[in-house]
């Protein structure tokens, strides 16, 4: 398959080192620290997000509550540090610093905006992007593990030590999804570098971004997503209720708060990643302007701005999710990431590199609206396939009915005839499972 | 075990469905009080701080009678009565406990000079468990509205 050239990726005019390194290091300041403010807001966000929807108002006392985080952040640094005598140090403490730094560093390779073509040469709007960059954040993602994993584990304390165990389990599994999820995006784009993935779905608006042309692989990317961050519906490793706090139940002030730091900048990350594979990444919907030269600064800003508002939306999603669905059983967090995900993500694999071959011989371009069209098409059909046929009781195991044949069919004739309560009778035992 | 048909059962849609539920929600006005600057209006029948009415020349209506100590089930009154020169009892000392009290209001009820009330308040903090024992000019120094008792022949007290 003849790939078109990527227009931003190869006008690019050549750098001097001088300039390219000054623009990396300023970059590198401005992004991280807007990241880590973000991130520090965030957790604000997510209390008024969590007290709205509880019909609540939610911290508003700290400077009207924008200081809340600051209060918090100050609190933590004045807390007493804690280390049990049977923690094996070394690990205890480089545990955190693992967690969070691996969150941050992914964000190096995402482009959060046009480039722009300054006085001194273009400049990325990613503070370096590699050719390679998805793999990047695959290899960067899988590392993550290990600061939950040996924080419980160096904490010597059984439920951090379930907790780790948990998390470990919960996201090997749920990262296989995840980059089988991403592959019809590769296939589509045909490259790994993140701009690229952009540029494709630049081509005909919100049509051909992979939300629209890969809408299945984007909802088991954003299930995945969750798991890996162990956000609530997937926060078995923290499970309060049942293992304390999980991994960083021996943790205090600052170091905990590291922890708490990584959930939400983890958070972010993913939801940049989600902005980028499946949103378009910076593109604007419905105009080429911000897609070909001249690239100015205007275009960069504005770029900018909608990727982090792009962002921002799925962070609320985040928020939005945890708030609305409880926390899944282990047993069926396992089902749902090896039963369901993985099965339908290598199916889907199948279905689009099937359709990509199907349009090529059919000769549509591959930037034509025709080509994402037909895609889209393709993914409305299997989204109502999933909706209505698949989600009947063989996503998540609870759902299964476990009810005889002769109950079954008076539940039935109850429900047909708008009863209110079904006649009660007590259940054979012995009953099969109808399913 | 969910009891019911498969058809009916939906993981995804019912989420979508939790989804709307809570969007709803965040648009919908809070129900917070925010309690130092705003107060609930208390229900007139309200329970709480005790206190002593007084007659008009200042005295404490109490006359000693001794029902309210006996009536106490909580046993957190206590009463030495006291007598002068022309025979009128009162109170040498009236303390209650509001640790021990249960705010039940017998001894509202069972008062025959409508000297000691209940009260319409509830926000008292001390530094000491020994400031929660309020004696006779603590008890009539409290300024706030008492409870309005039950009564049989108005129930919803309108």
Not at chain 1, 294 to 315: E, R
Request: hydrophobic content about 50%; proline content about 6%; some cysteine.
């Amino acid at each position: 398959m003849t790939l078109p050239a990527f227009a931003l990726l190869q006008a690019a005019p050549p750098q001097s080192l001088v300039v390219f390194l000054i623009a990396t290091v300023v970059k590198m300041l401005i992004v991280f620290t807007i990241y880590l403010v973000g991130v520090a807001l965030l957790t604000l966000a997510e209390r008024k997000v969590s007290a709205w929807m509880q019909d609540r108002l939610g911290p508003n006392r700290v400077g009207k509550g924008w200081l809340q985080p600051a209060a918090d952040g100050l609190k933590n640094i004045m807390k007493e540090e804690t280390y049990p005598d049977a923690a094996y140090t070394p690990i205890f403490v480089l545990a955190p610093a693992m967690s969070f730094i691996t969150a941050l560093i992914t964000w190096a390779v995402i482009p959060w905006g046009a480039p722009w073509d300054s006085p001194w040469g273009r400049i990325d709007m990613a503070v370096a992007s590699l050719p390679i960059g998805f793999l990047y954040i695959l290899a960067i993602s899988s590392v993550g593990i290990y600061g939950i994993v040996l924080a419980g584990w160096s904490s010597n304390n059984k439920y951090s030590l379930l907790g780790g165990l948990r998390s470990s389990a919960q996201m090997v599994s749920y990262e296989i999804s995840m980059g089988m999820a991403t592959i019809p995006v590769l296939l589509l784009a045909g490259n790994v570098s993140l701009n690229a993935i952009v540029e494709r779905q630049a081509a005909v608006g919100p049509l051909s971004w992979n939300a629209a042309t890969t809408t299945i692989a984007w909802l088991i990317f954003l299930i995945a997503a969750f798991a890996e961050t162990n956000r609530l519906p997937f926060d078995l490793p923290e499970a309060e209720s049942e293992l304390i706090a999980g991994y960083h139940s021996e943790y205090s002030a600052m170091k905990f708060s590291m922890f708490f730091i990584a959930e939400y900048a983890n958070m972010v990350t993913a939801s940049a990643l989600m902005a980028t594979l499946f949103f378009g990444g910076w593109d604007i919907p419905f105009v080429a302007w911000d897609n070909v030269a001249p690239h100015t600064g205007l275009k960069t800003l504005l770029t900018t701005i909608l990727f982090f508002v792009k962002t921002l939306f799925f962070v609320f999603f985040y928020m939005w999710i945890r708030w609305t669905v409880p926390r899944f059983r282990y047993d069926q967090l396992m089902a749902l990431g090896w039963k369901i995900l993985l099965p339908i993500s290598l199916a889907y694999i199948v279905i689009i590199a099937g359709a990509v071959v199907g349009l090529q011989i059919a000769g549509y371009a591959p930037r034509s609206w025709q080509y994402s069209g037909a895609l889209f098409a393709l993914n409305v059909l299997l989204v109502i396939v999933l909706f209505f046929v698949f989600d009947r009781g063989r996503i998540v195991s609870p759902a299964y009915s476990r009810l005889d044949a002769r109950h079954l069919a008076r539940v039935r004739a109850v429900t047909a005839g708008r009863v209110r309560r079904a006649p009660s009778t007590p259940t054979d035992s012995a009953a099969e499972a109808t399913r | 075990m969910l009891e019911r048909p498969i058809e009916q059962t939906s993981y995804l849609r019912a989420t979508l469905k939790g989804m709307g539920l809570t969007l709803k929600h965040m648009f919908q006005e809070s129900v917070t009080v925010q309690y130092p600057e705003e107060k609930w209006s208390l229900s007139p029948r309200w329970r709480g701080t005790h206190r002593m009415l007084t007659t008009e020349d200042g005295k404490a209506k109490c006359v000693a009678c001794g029902l309210c100590p006996t009536v106490c089930p909580a046993n957190c009154i206590k009463l030495v009565p006291g007598e002068d020169e022309q025979g009128n009892r009162y109170p040498l000392v009236f303390e209650i406990d509001e640790f021990r009290c249960i705010f039940c209001g017998y001894c509202q009820e069972v008062c025959p000079e409508e000297a000691i009330h209940v009260g319409r308040h509830y926000e008292n903090a001390e530094y000491s468990r020994e400031g929660f024992v309020y004696d006779l000019e603590r008890l009539m120094a409290q300024t706030h509205p008492v409870c309005e008792m039950w009564d049989p022949a108005d129930p919803k007290g309108e």
